[in-house]
């Protein structure tokens, strides 16, 4: 009698706790982000933690991979018929997934509001043909770092203003013998490169497509090549740079052993945390140089985006999701690796304090953003792209070899 007793309060109570579970997590979302650049995983850990809190019957579970991974994890969970219900992308890639429906048109939810709000320039981030495939997220260029302490002793009295004066200050600080290398680049074959060297094409007023046809192997993507190839072979580009990503570009800067390095955002306020970096305090940032009588900065747009997976079940919940995770309060308590998209987060002393450098910087770099093709066979064309760069950074083809190829193996 006992015995049944307890199983019968046994069984009560689980039902109970079942019923509470159900209660308080009623939906359950999977959503996959990148695992470099820009916000930390603590911070998208903490934002969601902070998202469940106020809506306690949807659960996320967050899934981390690679930028180089993200594309792909995205395409084959959708291939498979499941798999994420929002997914960071990339400013390349909407031309892409709207065309084979990999994500949601969400014209229809964006309001006034967020029109309003929203920097104009961000909204390129998410847009295709005319609709909206997600909210903006992060908010990002490249920027040129440098080493304050390493200019005052060449007696470099201001950072470079053109890419040509860049490779003259990296010069003197090679002779005399501050730095054997002063220059690391991000030109690993990945996407990492393009966006270097986008920078370069919009420094030297190129285009990568005309009329729909590749266009990078004339003038001023021609142009860009020739300078990479320049700075690698001149000794004044750290030689390792042809393997380096994003984060191994920051901790080369960080220990002392770059001069100059082109990064996104977040690497500003890291550089300038002393329990991990040499360097701190001495972080020097600017838009990354222009080309006499072309242009006066160069800026590629890197930002990304939050979309609902065509897949999802659980639409609604993933946008309540979205809009919380790019609202201005949030972005504006997790400002220091990250911009806000939002206008009037410039005027919040929260959000600038301590990274006015960056931010006067940013003011010129992101109004100078420089897009990446738009087409939906841009994965085919940045992989033709890459593969030119490498080549040509090891004296394999000449820029101008290199680049035809390429354009003739762009699929376009």
Known sequence: MLKSTRNALLGAA????????????????????????????????????AFMKANPDIKVNLEFVPYEGLHDKTVLAQGSGGGYDVALFDVIWPAEYATNKVLVDV??????????????GAWTTVQYDGKYYGMPWILDTKYLFYN??????????APPKTWDELSADAKIIKDKGLLATPIAWSWS???????????LVS?????????????????????ALKYMVSSYT?????????EFLEEDVRKVFENGEAAFALNWTYMYNMANDPKDSKVAGKV???PAPGVDG???????????????????????????YITFMTSQPVQNQYAKLSLPIWATSYDDPAVTKGQEELIGAAKHALAAMFPRPTTPKYQELSTALQQAIQESLLGQSKPEDALKTAADNSGL
């Not at 074959?189 to 393009?194: L, P, V, Y």
């Open 14 to 49: 689980l039902i109970g706790a079942s019923f509470a579970t159900h209660a308080h997590a009623e939906t359950t979302l999977n959503a996959l982000f990148m695992a470099q650049a820009a916000y930390s995983e603590a911070d998208v850990r903490a934002m969601t933690d």
């Open 284 to 286: 020097g940032v600017v």
């Open 234 to 242: 001149s000794g004044l580009t750290n030689p390792n740079s042809k």
């Open 107 to 120: 014209s229809d939810k964006i309001t006034d509001e967020m029109k309003k709000g929203v920097l104009p």
């Open 148 to 157: 304050k302490e390493i200019l005052e002793k060449a007696g470099i009295t």
């Open 203 to 223: 420094a030297y007023g190129g285009d990568f497509l005309k009329d729909g046809k590749p266009d990078f192997q004339n003038g001023g993507g021609l142009d």
């Open 189 to 199: 074959q990945a996407e990492a490169a393009i966006c270097d060297y986008a920078t």
């Open 294 to 320: 072309k242009s006066q900065v160069s800026a590629v747009n890197g930002s990304m985006g939050l979309g609902i997976t065509a897949t999802s079940k659980h639409q609604d919940e993933a946008w309540k």
